[in-house]
């Protein structure tokens, strides 16, 4: 090969790749509360082909530096620090890439507040089925939040139709949904919605016990968003419908919004860019009905929950139409548009959450040819990611009290 062809075979590489070396990505705060683990796994926030070809540091006064993440649980008397951490990444030929973010503790919360109804609705896909709405709900319950009030239209995994908050937290959570399904999802028949992924969150609810009934019944719960109904033969989206059920026509306090596994994960790299400007498109679009329906409501866009960097889950479900970098760089580039139209959107109301950065990579997916699963991951990641949200809610509500809002 000439060294022409060479480079222009990695011109192309870098091309299809949407970048033309590593980066990480990185908000400027990030946040943890006393007596929870927080955790900043390097691979859920460098967008590598291949990790292993670099090595990591992550350098701060507080807090652990472990081969594949940094993580520190404050104390109490650690409430209210600002600690800044600076992660590197390093090849053979030399600094590739640095960056400083803020950790951020929350404060005990105040009396006041721990007296306070505090009403959170939740729009996700199939990540609910890990239950990290429900270790928030336990987290937020522990630090005294006792009136901390989910809603929405189901509880336990995505495919449900019932709602029980005793059983678990109420939320808006169904398996394959992205931005534009909340707007158009209103099916007559299971045929509507056959996806790739269908087939892996199957499996996945049978490793979690669920009982599933014969046939696709189970996924009657999939068929419709809790936006859209039907009126004078028409889809019409309707978010005052769906308040009506869910909170007795009140807006919530907090709609957090997590999505980004479905339309991004799995597209090859020729049509990223057009499948990336169609996902902003919608979540602008969506955002809009619900701002209409929620003026005061706290809208939390959160990070995409990304999945495992391992190639087992990757190819269990997509057999050779993806892999796990591809996933993992699409990830980081939906957190970058999302993370902008938050910036550009001229809203104060509205924030972007970073989470997935406690979830393991690795250990909180299966990880055998029998049971490897790409997006979904074991109860493990529920706790984690749990565990993150609750830091950065415990954090937001304290700087809304601060601000007045």
């Not at 030929?93 to 105040?110: C, E």
């Not at 158009?184 to 028949?189: F, P």
């Not at 996945?204 to 004078?232: D, T």
Request: proline share 5%; glycine share 10%.
């Amino acid at each position: 090969m000439t060294s022409r062809t060479s480079l222009l075979g990695l011109m192309l590489a870098a091309a299809l790749l949407g970048h033309a070396q590593p980066k990480f990505f990185m908000p400027e705060t990030l946040y943890a509360a006393p007596g929870v683990p927080c955790s900043v796994f390097f691979a859920k926030m460098f967008e590598s082909v291949n990790h292993a070809s670099y090595a990591f540091e992550a350098l701060s006064p507080k807090g652990n530096f472990w081969a594949d993440r940094w993580t520190w649980t404050p104390t109490a008397a650690e409430a209210g620090l600002r600690v800044p951490v600076v992660f590197n990444a390093w090849n053979d030929a030399g600094l590739v890439d640095s960056v400083t973010t803020t950790v951020v503790v929350a404060q005990a919360p105040a009396p006041a507040l721990k007296a306070r109804k505090i009403t959170l609705a939740l729009f996700t896909a199939s990540f609910s089925n890990c239950l990290f709405q429900d270790q928030l709900r336990r987290r937020m319950h522990e630090a005294g939040l006792v009136g901390y009030t989910p809603v929405g239209s189901h509880t336990g995994r995505s495919c449900s139709e019932v709602c029980d908050p005793k059983e678990g937290a109420p939320h808006d959570g169904y398996g394959g949904f992205a931005w534009g399904d909340f707007m158009t999802r209103w099916a007559m028949t299971v045929d509507e919605i056959d996806n790739l992924q269908a087939e892996a969150e199957k499996e996945q609810l049978r490793r979690f016990g669920v009982r599933l009934p014969a046939g696709q019944e189970w996924r009657h719960g999939l068929l419709k968003s809790p936006i859209v109904r039907i009126e004078n033969g028409k889809k019409v989206v309707d978010v005052q419908y769906w308040l009506d059920k869910v909170n007795g026509g009140a807006a919530p306090d907090y709609l957090l919004i997590i999505l980004g596994g479905n339309g991004i994960a799995t597209i090859r790299p020729e049509k990223f860019d057009e499948a990336l400007s169609g996902q902003v498109a919608r979540a602008k679009e969506l955002l809009h009905h619900i701002r209409k329906a929620c003026p005061n409501t706290r809208i939390a866009i959160g990070q995409a929950a990304g999945g495992s960097i391992e190639q087992v889950g990757w190819g269990k479900n997509y057999g050779a139409k993806t892999s796990a970098f591809r996933g993992n760089i699409n990830r980081i580039q939906y957190d970058r548009a999302m993370m902008r139209l938050v910036a550009e959107s001229g809203d104060p109301n509205m924030v972007f959450v970073p989470f997935s950065h406690g979830i393991d990579p690795v250990r909180s997916f299966p990880r055998t040819e029998a049971d490897g699963n790409a997006l979904h991951g074991t109860e493990q990641s529920g706790f984690q990611a749990g565990d993150a949200l609750f830091a950065w809610l415990l954090n937001d509500l304290e700087t809304c009290a601060q601000s007045g809002k």
